[in-house]
């Protein structure tokens, strides 16, 4: 089901939803400048399957949702998911964020800890830029070789027209999901597509970036986060190298760590399964932790932080 949420800054954004409204909610993050769609069907079907009410939607300049009249900080996207979430009628619900989605889901935690249940943070980091030229702040390494050279590319020689931006698009999602796994052309192709008739004109996406780069490092305030996270990271991804992913582990109270050999910055499609499956494990652990606590009685034992690189893309 789809239908606008309106923000306290009177913004409507797209969402849509799937699965029953008495279950349990997961909020999915996508990252910055493509809608909310970019999450694959199949994932939100198989969640919506496993008993969650799954909802994602398009953040501010992107997608159906509207356009902001004025730059904004990160913090505003925050309070957008936040709305999100109340605007359904939720009092909390699991939040998953993809790359900068995970940085919109961490300040989301930070700001309104009583609305995230879990997090789940996908590929992204505690001290991230929108532009790949500039440094992370706290000495965490930047983009490896194939975004840089893709931002070359871009600089050098701008795409003109559709067909040419198109083509720009799907070399932007190969370098993305990396070396590690096919590319299946014909999926990302019609993904690009998608997102450019799902746009509106003027694109204002970028602001997403700009905000980015406006952005403190988050790796002291994490220190105090009190929610049950999984942080899950590609060894391959161009965009935050694996470092990121472990730094989120070490800072956040209580993080594991999900480590994938061969996933670049974003998963493919046919990983949806196993993705899946590592939010849903979360999920239900998260919970039965918080209600054995909230019943004095003992969690469940925690089977340590990490697991073998791949297992989940297995």
């Not at 996207?77 to 939720?90: E, F, N, Q, S, Y």
């Not at 030229?133 to 701008?158: F, H, K, Q, T």
């Not at 370098?175 to 993904?191: A, I, N, T």
């Not at 998260?286 to 925690?302: K, Q």
């Amino acid at each position: 089901m789809e239908r606008p949420i309106t923000t306290r800054n009177g913004l409507r954004l797209w969402t849509e939803e799937f699965g029953r409204r008495g279950d349990p909610a997961v909020l999915l993050v996508m990252g910055a400048t493509v809608p909310g769609t970019v999450w694959p069907d199949e994932l939100c079907r198989l969640l919506a399957a496993e008993g969650f009410r799954v909802v994602r939607y398009d953040h501010r300049d992107t997608g159906r949702s509207d356009r902001s009249a004025a730059a904004y900080e990160m913090s505003e996207l925050a309070a957008d998911a936040a709305d999100v979430i109340t605007g359904l009628g939720l009092e909390a619900a699991h939040v998953v964020g993809q790359s900068f989605g995970g940085v919109v889901a961490q300040l989301l935690a930070l700001r309104a800890p009583e609305r995230v249940r879990s997090l789940v943070l996908l590929s992204s980091s505690p001290d991230a830029n929108g532009d790949v030229r500039l440094p992370p702040a706290g000495g965490l390494p930047g983009p490896r070789a194939p975004m840089l050279e893709r931002a070359a590319r871009l600089a050098e020689a701008p795409p003109r027209g559709p067909r040419e931006e198109l083509a720009a698009a799907v070399d932007g999602w190969r370098v993305l999901v990396g070396p590690g796994v096919p590319f299946d052309e014909r999926y990302w192709s019609d993904l690009a597509r998608r997102v450019r008739d799902r746009a509106r004109q003027p694109d204002t996406s970028w602001r997403h970036l700009a905000a980015l780069d406006r952005m403190p490092p988050l790796t002291g305030p994490l220190a105090g986060l009190d929610v049950p996270t999984l942080v899950v990271h590609g060894e391959l991804d161009p965009v935050f190298p694996p470092e990121h992913g472990e730094e989120l582990h070490r800072v956040i109270p209580g993080a594991r760590l999900w480590r994938l050999a061969r996933m670049g910055h974003i998963f493919p499609p046919h990983w949806s399964p196993a993705i899946g499956a590592l939010i849903t494990e979360h999920v239900r652990r998260s919970t039965l932790t918080r209600t054995a606590c909230e019943g004095d009685r003992d969690a469940p034992p925690d089977d340590g932080p990490d697991r073998p690189s791949g297992t989940a893309a297995a």
